[in-house]
């Protein structure tokens, strides 16, 4: 079955930069365009980036724009979440998602068959 595995949370400072991956398995990963979502304390699950199959087309929340890059390997089944300057504000557990159908410009929860069990990142101030 589909397995998504994140890994790369951790305590960081403010200001400081952090790198996520997530490793797929049990797809054929360059079938599906990848999202990064991200769910804080007593918040909703808010959509941050997103990556068509191929790699060629990124879309990012306004949240994160200007702060984190994503990208994928379809050759190891990769796809990484690079931010930086984080803020306290960006404490959340981070997931990764998988959608067969989208372009990965989605933000909706519901096109994504498949998630991990999420990474845990905290910012200190």
């Known amino acids: 079955q589909v397995q998504l595995v994140e890994s790369g949370g951790g305590l960081v400072q403010a200001g400081g930069s952090l790198r996520l991956s997530c490793a797929a398995s049990?797809?054929?990963?360059?079938?599906?365009?990848m999202g990064w979502f991200r769910q804080a304390p007593g918040k909703e699950r808010e959509w941050l980036s997103g990556i068509s199959r191929s790699g060629s087309s990124l879309y990012y929340a306004d949240s994160v724009k200007g702060r984190a890059t994503i990208s994928r390997d379809n050759r190891k089944n990769m796809v990484y979440l690079q931010m930086n300057n984080v803020e306290p504000e960006d404490t959340a557990v981070y997931y990764c998602?998988?959608?067969?159908?989208?372009?990965?410009?989605?933000?909706?929860?519901?096109?994504?068959?498949?998630w991990g069990q999420g990474t845990q990142v905290t910012v200190s101030s």
């Open positions: 998602a998988a959608d067969l159908r989208g372009s990965g410009s989605s933000e909706i929860e519901a096109h994504f068959g498949s």
């Open positions: 049990g797809l054929t990963f360059s079938t599906y365009a």
